[in-house]
């Protein structure tokens, strides 16, 4: 029992590792904007621009009805399962920015292919909201919009507001309607299907060598 208990214990604390690396939610690969699960909302920023961002959807009908209340106020980040009227709220991450006018904008996009982590392959077909630039000095943003039907919005906070004239001065928050929140995505699955199987291997790896050796004593 000398060779197999640390050897087992490496086996699977190699598993862990694989399951844990692939399952942590992580910066996407646009790297002049990030988007984190966080504990408040979900981390949106990028290097002079970040929000904790949170939307809900007003329940109506059946939904009014159900019996999990906690799923009536649940908070959603870049995807949200249905449409209806949507209520954002946003964050403001350091005290700069609660005295810069910020502009908002909520907007319907087109996906035009590619990788859906980048901005650049969506293009903005109609706005639905828009806030004039005011102060937040509160540190919340605030805006509503109507989300009639499933596909691909944005919301833009704008620091300045019209004035802006960087993209630096942007923040686009990627909103994805008619689509389950809780549903990886498919490299994450497949990471995690493949730190499994390494992990099943190591350990079947482990218990012939274990066997062999017991066959050769």
């Known amino acids: 029992m000398k060779f197999i208990k640390p050897t087992l214990l490496c086996a699977l604390a190699a598993c862990t590792l694989f399951i ?5 939610p992580g910066y996407n690969d646009n790297p002049s904007q990030q988007m984190t699960k966080a504990t408040v909302g979900c981390l949106v920023a990028t290097d002079f621009f970040a929000v904790y961002f949170s939307a809900y959807i007003q329940p109506t009908g059946e939904n009014a009805k159900a019996q999990d209340k906690k799923a ?5 980040c870049k995807n949200i399962p249905m449409t209806g009227k949507a209520f954002f709220t946003a964050d403001l991450v350091g005290s700069e920015l609660r005295e810069t006018p910020i502009g908002i904008r909520v ?3 087109e996906f035009l292919g590619g990788d859906e982590s980048k901005a650049e392959n969506f293009k903005d077909i109609r706005t639905i909201s828009e806030v004039p630039a005011k102060l937040y000095s509160k540190g919340v943003v605030e805006a509503q919009a109507l989300l009639e039907k499933n596909g691909y919005y944005a ?15 942007k923040l686009r928050i990627p909103l994805h309607v008619g689509v389950d929140p809780d ?4 490299a994450t699955r497949m990471g995690i ?13 482990v218990a012939f060598r274990f066997m062999r050796r ?4």
């Open 72 to 76: 009536l106020f649940r908070s959603y």
């Open 214 to 217: 017991r066959h050769n004593v």
């Open 183 to 186: 549903e990886k995505p498919l």
């Open 20 to 24: 844990a690396a692939c399952s942590n």
């Open 107 to 109: 907007v319907e996009q």
């Open 193 to 205: 299907i493949a730190g499994i199987t390494v992990g099943f291997g190591l350990i079947g790896f």
């Open 155 to 169: 919301m833009y906070l704008i620091m300045g507001g019209e004035d802006a004239i960087s993209d630096e001065d």
